[in-house]
């Protein structure tokens, strides 16, 4: 069953059942309309797009059109596809324009099981949960946390309403997907640990001989994350091969696990006795100045990384060493980072990463590759004076985000007791993206709000959309 209204001729007329036709096509793009510049407006109040300091990173990498050692290509490939080297307005149009796309899809593909009288005031209702939520801010952010939850909603459509859409919107639904696991490099990791979630549970349901809707989310969810991983490492990997002759996600992933090691354990004692029997390593003429966070140690002026040659220099030492430190300091790493998983899961304030150190982080590069413009606009922002965050709408964000977490446990909670898997895999999908992301935050990084308001904004969305499946019988959705 699907719903026969489609935008641009990407689906196909199918019998629906229980709620006749959803959302018209004008009713659909009225809807994308209103995403789309909710996600425009925060720039616009701003007068110009949010940055952060990675932002000067992206744009170089988008002017060069070639990987940096420390941070993934796709996203630079992103800004530069999407005329941000020429005006950064043009990419969080793009960010906009995706957003409002998967939004708008998202309600009317369900909508076909309401009842006609429900279209207008519920699609109204969600509009204004994505309003309030942190999902326009991220939009027009030049970072790429939006697309974590990006890549989770064009997951869902596929797995949930893979028969309604026309091959034409499945090939771009998995295209976004594919490009999605290569903007950050937590995403393919984190496909590929839901695809193995989804196989055990594939196993599971086959062995309890679960039904046919069962089988088919599982089967679909474990595919479709699996090839995504598999083609946004690859992507990563030959983006690095073709440019530096080593077939990796990222050359300098290693500096930035040596820097969480290092804050979780004795990296001089783990590391003296192989200084001491003669090991190269620039790491041991500042064995002592090492009891820094891994965020002072990648990012500050008085960190030693700066001495060691920065990241390009030290990227394969590090290489080298961090099996030793792994050795030597493996249970306090795990417990620091266990601790910090907790601490992940309940840090989604709105705002982080938006205030006055972005604009003022531009200057570094930028101007001696003739983008001194960038920098300039940049300055002349309410960011740049640390004035915008007080206009966000942090205590609704925040509350709607927290309500959609609550609602989506006991969305599958109630799913699975009264066995609707429309229900309760979807829930599933999400707490388990939710979780995964705050475990391999943790092992690698330090904690911050940002990293969860990227999947969070979507939660009060989906709880909406299966709350409304919940109160329609099974059969509609069989």
């Known amino acids: 069953m699907s719903n026969s209204e489609t935008v641009g001729g990407f689906g196909r007329p199918r019998p629906l059942a229980a709620g006749g036709r959803g959302l018209s096509p004008q009713g659909q793009l009225l809807l994308a309309a209103a995403v789309f510049l909710a996600c425009l407006a925060p720039a616009a109040i701003n007068g110009f797009p949010v940055v952060f300091p990675d932002t000067e990173g992206y744009v170089v990498a988008a002017d060069v059109f070639r990987p940096q050692f420390i941070r993934a290509f796709g996203y630079g490939a992103f800004v530069g596809a999407t005329g941000g080297v020429w005006s950064l307005w043009l990419t969080v149009a793009a960010q906009a324009a995706l957003t409002a796309w998967l939004v708008a899809r998202a309600v009317a593909l369900d909508s076909a099981r309401w009842p006609q009288a429900w279209h207008a005031p519920v699609a109204l209702a969600l509009l204004a949960v994505v309003l309030l939520s942190h999902a326009p801010w991220l939009a ?36 976004l997907l594919v490009g999605c696991a290569t903007v950050h490099l937590t995403h393919p990791p984190l496909l590929a640990g839901l695809g193995l979630f ?35 490492w690859g992507a990563l990997g030959a983006a690095n091969y073709i440019t530096y002759r080593s077939f990796s996600a990222s050359l300098g992933g290693s500096v930035f696990l040596f820097a969480r090691l290092a804050a979780d354990g004795d990296a001089a004692t783990a590391l003296r006795p192989g200084c001491e029997a003669g090991k190269p ?8 100045r090492f ?21 390009p220099s030290f990227m394969r030492e590090a290489a080298e060493i961090n099996p030793v ?107 388990a993206v939710y979780l995964g992301n705050a475990a391999l935050i943790a092992l690698g990084g330090e904690v911050h709000d940002r990293y969860g308001a990227r999947l969070v904004w979507l939660a009060p969305l989906l709880a909406g959309l299966l709350a409304l499946r919940a109160a329609h019988p099974p059969s509609a959705w069989a």
């Open 198 to 232: 989804a196989l055990g549970a594939w196993a599971v349901a086959w062995l309890a001989r679960s039904g046919p809707t069962v089988v088919r989310r599982v089967r679909r969810t474990a595919a479709l994350t699996l090839v995504a991983a598999a083609l946004g």
């Open 140 to 175: 027009a952010w030049v970072q790429p946390d939006l697309f974590s939850g990006l890549m989770l909603l064009s997951l869902l459509l596929l797995v949930e309403h893979h028969d309604a859409l026309g091959r034409v919107e499945r090939v771009l639904l998995f295209a």
């Open 325 to 431: 430190l792994i050795r030597s300091i493996w249970p306090q790493w795990l417990a620091a980072s266990a601790r910090r998983t907790v601490q992940q899961l309940g840090s989604f304030e709105l705002g982080d990463g938006m205030d006055d150190e972005g604009p003022w982080m531009l200057g570094g590069v930028l101007p001696d590759i003739g983008l001194a413009r960038v920098t300039d606009a940049a300055a002349a922002t309410r960011q740049a004076t640390d004035d915008l965050r007080p206009l966000m709408p942090r205590h609704a964000a925040e509350a709607l985000a927290l309500a959609g977490l609550l609602a989506l446990a006991g969305i599958l909670v109630f799913g699975a007791v009264r066995r609707r898997p429309e229900l309760w895999w979807p829930a599933l999908v999400f707490l």
């Open 291 to 311: 009891n820094l966070t891994a965020d002072e140690f990648l990012w500050r002026g008085w960190s030693p990384l700066t001495e060691m040659g920065d990241a």
């Open 281 to 288: 390593w620039a790491a041991c003429g500042f064995l002592d």
